[in-house]
């Protein structure tokens, strides 16, 4: 058996969104842990329509300490593989020495970092709109072709939508842009390889590559990828297979490579 990858889905999806990609990981050795966050386990299609108690009140916190937990119960440094918000978290626990490798994709920036691309404005303004208070956001089937699986056929993304998308908390985004999203950049860390979708309408490829970039220490890995027509849904829609095998190669290279080997930090402190 191989080490321990821990997949960390966003916004809008749950565990089920990481299914093609702990099938092979796991046929390769590795011991795969995909959990849903809190108030997002079960089948998607049924977490939308019988919103669960307290979706709304969910906030970042309480989502990375789920996964700080995880990451430091395992008996060695997991990789750690994130989509979205998840890439975020991904950025977190790297930051406080709790990974072996990290795969941010299509990742929140930390630190407040954004762009002035047109869909990043209004997906988050739309998302993070004080006057909602608590309530979930609904994600319907013609927001989530529109925004999330924008380069899928409409008949395609419904599908993708009825399969994998659920409801969240405006909190966890509006977060995200506070004190909870933020990381030292300056510090020293293990490799991470930041993945974009050209045509991605939530999180732009620009910001992707401003957020890897934006790491300053010198003997750190910091690389960075982005496919061509692909979306916000690069972990599932045609052509994931490239993606997952671009990370999959990547790990591979870096996993035994003398590197920086980051200590756990006191997060009390």
């Not at 093609?20 to 046929?27: G, L, P």
């Not at 386990?41 to 995880?70: F, H, M, S, W």
């Not at 030292?184 to 979708?197: E, K, T, Y």
Request: glycine share 6%.
């Amino acid at each position: 058996m191989k080490g321990t990858i821990i997949f960390i889905h966003g916004m809008f999806q749950n565990a089920k969104s990481w299914n093609n990609w702990v099938e092979h990981f796991t046929a390769k050795g590795y011991n795969c842990i995909a959990e849903s966050w809190p108030l997002h386990e079960g089948e998607p299609a049924e977490l939308r329509a019988n919103v669960p108690n307290g979706l709304g009140e969910l906030r970042l916190a309480t989502i990375t300490d789920k996964y700080r937990q995880l990451a430091a119960a395992q008996t060695e440094k997991p990789i750690i593989i994130g989509h979205s918000v998840g890439g975020l978290i991904t950025q977190i626990l790297v930051n406080e020495g709790l990974a072996k490798l990290g795969v941010p994709v299509s990742t929140v920036a930390p630190n407040a970092m954004i762009s002035f691309d047109w869909g990043f404005v209004k997906n988050s303004a739309l998302i993070t709109n004080p006057l909602k208070g608590d309530d979930a956001f609904i994600m319907d089937a013609e927001s989530f072709h529109g925004s999330f699986a924008n380069t899928m056929s409409e008949e395609a993304a419904k599908q993708a939508w009825q399969d994998t998308a659920t409801n969240d908390s405006r909190n966890v985004l509006r977060d995200c842009l506070g004190e909870d999203g933020k990381v030292d950049l300056d510090l020293p860390h293990v490799p991470m390889l930041f993945i974009a979708g050209e045509e991605d309408q939530i999180i732009p490829y620009e910001l992707c590559e401003k957020n890897a970039k934006a790491y300053t220490d010198e003997i750190s890995f910091t690389d960075h990828k982005t496919f061509a027509n692909r979306s916000h849904f690069i972990c599932n829609e045609p052509g994931w297979e490239e993606v997952l095998q671009t990370v999959s190669s990547w790990i591979d290279e870096k996993e035994n490579a003398p590197t920086y080997n980051a200590q756990p930090i006191d997060i009390e402190s």
